[in-house]
T-cell receptor
Framework: RKEVEQDPGPFNVPEGATVAFNCTYSNSASQSFFWYRQDCRKEPKLLMSVYSSGNEDGRFTAQLNRASQYISLLIRDSKLSDSATYLCVVKLTGGFKTIFGAGTRLFVKA | EAQVTQNPRYLITVTGKKLTVTCSQNMNHEYMSWYRQDPGLGLRQIYYSMNVEVTDKGDVPEGYKVSRKEKRNFPLILESPSPNQTSLYFC????????????FGPGTRLTVT
C-alpha cells in the first residue's frame, strides 16, 4: 500500500466548475501537509500548505483531517489554467523525508 | 533570481556508462534532495543532504551516489546506469528541513538503453 494515495483521475471538468481532490496518508509520523501543482513535464511547485483548521487561498481550499488521515483540495470556479497534476505531499517528523502522492490529473475545458 | 539548476536537462546513455547529473542552488539552502518520478508512482526520494558532507538515503537509493562538498551543489552519480534508472529526475532544495516550501530544479530526463 502506498504511503500517500490519490485518485489518479483524470478529472475532466468545464470552466467554472467546482472540483475536489482527496488524498489519504498512512504514516503516523506525518507532520506537515501540502498540495503541489505540476504542469506537464515541468517541476512541481508549491500550491498551498494544509492546516488542521482548513485554509483558503483565493479559489483554493485545503482541509486536513488528522483522525482520518485525509487531506482534500477544493477548486472553485475552475479556469483553463488550472489544468495540471495536483500532488498531495506529506513531510515526516524531523523534516528530512517527504512523501509525494502519484498525483491527480485535472483537465479544465472551455 | 533564486533558482535550482540541473544539467543536463536531457540525456540518453547506454548501460554501464557512468554519468553525473549536476544540481546547484543559489539560495544558500542547507537542505537538498534528489527525486525520481515515474508514471503512476509519483516522486520518490533517492537521497537527501542536511548540509555540507551530511547525506542520507531516501526511499530508493540503490544504484545512486551523491556528494555534498559545497553548500550550493549536490550532484547525483550513477556509477553503472541500468535501464530501470530511466526516469525523470528532480533536484530540490529548501532553507532547512523544517521549511515549508521546497524549490525544484527543472528536471533531467534520463534514458538508459
Amino acid at each position: 500500500r502506498k504511503e500517500v494515495e490519490q485518485d489518479p483521475g483524470p478529472f475532466n471538468v468545464p470552466e467554472g466548475a467546482t472540483v475536489a481532490f482527496n488524498c489519504t496518508y498512512s504514516n503516523s509520523a506525518s507532520q506537515s501537509f501540502f498540495w503541489y501543482r505540476q504542469d506537464c513535464r515541468k517541476e512541481p511547485k508549491l500550491l498551498m500548505s494544509v492546516y488542521s483548521s482548513g485554509n483558503e487561498d483565493g479559489r483554493f481550499t485545503a482541509q486536513l483531517n488528522r483522525a482520518s488521515q485525509y487531506i482534500s483540495l477544493l477548486i472553485r470556479d475552475s479556469k483553463l489554467s488550472d489544468s495540471a497534476t495536483y500532488l498531495c505531499v506529506v513531510k515526516l517528523t524531523g523534516g528530512f523525508k517527504t512523501i509525494f502522492g502519484a498525483g491527480t490529473r485535472l483537465f479544465v475545458k472551455a | 533570481e533564486a533558482q535550482v539548476t540541473q544539467n543536463p536537462r536531457y540525456l540518453i546513455t547506454v548501460t554501464g556508462k557512468k554519468l553525473t547529473v549536476t544540481c546547484s542552488q543559489n539560495m544558500n539552502h542547507e537542505y537538498m534532495s534528489w527525486y525520481r518520478q515515474d508514471p503512476g508512482l509519483g516522486l520518490r526520494q533517492i537521497y537527501y543532504s542536511m548540509n555540507v558532507e551530511v547525506t542520507d538515503k531516501g526511499d530508493v537509493p540503490e544504484g545512486y551516489k551523491v556528494s555534498r562538498k559545497e553548500k550550493r551543489n549536490f550532484p547525483l552519480i550513477l556509477e553503472s546506469p541500468s535501464p530501470n534508472q530511466t526516469s525523470l529526475y528532480f533536484c530540490a532544495s529548501r532553507s532547512d528541513p523544517l521549511a515549508y516550501e521546497q524549490y525544484f530544479g527543472p528536471g533531467t530526463r534520463l534514458t538508459v538503453t
